[in-house]
């Protein structure tokens, strides 16, 4: 039995093709966010959200999405900009993933109704959407 030696897609098409580890080696703070739901803890997510709160959700991430981490850096906290949450806040336990050294940030979705989470590279990942205001003190 032969082994086919298989052609990376570069040397079959002649060109750069751009790949996840292409995008992950790009500045990220020039890049808008992309957001990653993967690590919800349950009883603060989407489904959690009365409509109203899921439609101003939705326009958050698509205003931000169109943003570099740079702008939403320089905007205010209260606009489309961050600020980090301390742990000692936080009424509720991240899920183990999350450790210490890790920083949580909070945007705003809904007037001071926030989303929970942390940048990794360009990826935001959101742990928690807030909007009665009970995961940490404001």
């Given at each position: ?7 990376s ?19 990220p ?5 992309i ?18 709160d ?10 931000r ?24 806040s936080?009424k ?47």
């Amino acid at each position: 039995m032969t082994k086919r030696k298989l052609r990376s897609p570069k040397s079959i098409q002649g060109k750069t093709i751009k790949t996840p580890l292409a995008v992950s080696l790009e500045n990220p703070d020039l890049q808008p966010p992309i957001f990653s739901f993967e690590h919800m803890v349950d009883g603060y997510c989407v489904k959690s959200c009365e409509q109203e709160d899921r439609a101003a959700f939705a326009s958050s991430l698509h205003k931000r999405g169109k943003l570099s981490w740079r702008d939403l850096r320089h905007s205010g906290r209260h606009q489309l900009g961050s600020e980090k949450i301390e742990r000692s806040s936080l009424k509720i336990s991240l899920p183990p993933k999350i450790t210490p050294d890790i920083d949580i940030i909070a945007f705003r979705f809904h007037g001071k109704k926030s989303m929970l989470g942390y940048k990794d590279g360009r990826i935001f990942h959101i742990l928690l959407l807030d909007p009665k205001l009970k995961a940490y003190n404001h």
